[in-house]
């Protein structure tokens, strides 16, 4: 089954999304969003993430289709939601202090692939993506946490333990090897 995968993390998490996508297999079925606090930064992590992926790897563009096997990653000061097999970008308040955030992805995600929806929260600081993550998960969708113990900035994922109870609570090799399952 097709699966919309949303992937939040900030400080130490640019390795953490490294090594996920790197295990993702080709062909793939489901699409991966990404988005990384990077605020208004140059981002180059679709290019440091095609370097180790065989999945293609660009940074989400506005009333774009969404495709299967692609990973989509929130440009610089954007924030970026899905919605009838669309991307959308905006430049709305910061959410937790940042844009592009994650919770504002996760509740699109949720509301619009309902049941089939997964959030994943990696390592940072602060608390976005918990809401998100609570969201995913109430409307029947899959919550997974990165093990705090291992996260190099564990309090996105403490936040994410606090606000809702995840499916599963991995390390990084297990949430990469539970995504390309999911393929």
């Not at 080709?26 to 930064?41: L, Q, T, Y």
């Not at 370097?51 to 969404?66: D, F, N, Y």
């Not at 937790?96 to 992805?105: E, G, I, M, V």
């Not at 190099?152 to 936040?159: G, K, N, Q, V």
């Amino acid at each position: 089954m097709c699966k919309m995968v949303a992937i939040a993390a900030s400080a130490g998490g640019v390795e953490a999304v490294r090594r996920i996508v790197a295990v993702l297999p080709f062909p793939c079925a489901s699409s991966f969003f990404v988005v990384v606090h990077i605020g208004k930064h140059p981002g180059n992590l679709p290019a440091i993430l095609n370097i180790v992926s065989k999945l293609p790897a660009t940074h989400g563009r506005h009333g774009a289709l969404i495709e299967p096997g692609h990973i989509y990653v929130a440009p610089p000061d954007h924030h970026m939601l899905v919605g009838a097999g669309l991307i959308w970008l905006n430049q709305g308040p910061r959410v937790h202090y940042t844009r592009p955030a994650a919770d504002p992805l996760f509740r699109s995600v949720a509301e619009a692939y309902e049941g089939t929806a997964v959030g994943v929260v990696l390592s940072g600081m602060g608390a976005d993506g918990a809401a998100g993550l609570r969201s995913i998960k109430e409307r029947g969708g899959l919550a997974i946490v990165e093990d705090p113990a291992e996260a190099p900035y564990p309090a996105m994922p403490e936040a994410a333990l606090t606000a809702v109870k995840p499916d599963l609570c991995l390390s990084i090799q297990g949430i990469a090897e539970y995504l390309a399952a999911l393929c």
